[in-house]
């Protein structure tokens, strides 16, 4: 059987049609990731909810929070014997997020398992509202700020800015 360049010409011509059927069917998620609908925010009321009947001991829940920071994650955990963790993070403006983790336990464990053996750290003390916090670094170099209340060991870290962990500390009621 001999082969012509007409032959090639439509092998070619309908591999064309068919490349460009699957681009424009999937060019949304092909050639644009991260156009496609974002998934739906994290509802973090039913862990706010949960957690002092959990741990025995109330919850600092954030109030007042910008509308442009996006809920991403929110669990309840109980990682070992009478010790209840809570973890609620956020994206914020400008690709970076913030996060706020309470728990009961031992405050030493807390720290260091949240912000890393670097954390165990202080490396400053600031006021916000009428709360002491202190300042800590994790272990990637990410700025956070812990306190005690009520028996909890409260940590609010990310990437995000100085001033909106601050916000996200000042909200905790």
Do not use: C
Not at 109 to 136: D, E, F, N
């Amino acid at each position: 059987m001999r082969k012509s360049f007409g032959d090639m010409a439509r092998s070619l011509g309908l591999m064309a049609v068919i490349v460009a059927a699957l681009l424009f069917i999937g060019a949304r998620y092909l050639i644009m990731p991260g156009s496609a609908e974002r998934p739906p925010a994290a509802d973090y009321t039913s862990v706010v909810h949960d957690f002092p009947r959990a741990a025995g001991a109330p919850v600092l829940a954030p109030t007042s929070l910008p509308s442009a920071w996006r809920a991403n994650a929110a669990r309840l955990t109980i990682p070992t014997q009478g010790v209840t963790a809570l973890h609620i993070g956020w994206a914020v403006p400008g690709s970076r997020y913030a996060g706020l983790d309470e728990a009961t336990g031992d405050p030493n464990v807390v720290v260091t398992g949240v912000l890393g053996h670097r954390g165990a750290t202080v490396t400053g003390v600031t006021t916000i509202g009428t709360a002491a916090w202190q300042q800590r670094t994790s272990d990637l170099g990410e700025h956070a700020l812990t306190r005690r209340a009520g028996g909890l060991t409260i940590v609010v870290t990310g990437n995000a800015g100085d001033a909106q962990l601050r916000l996200l500390a000042a909200s905790l009621r």
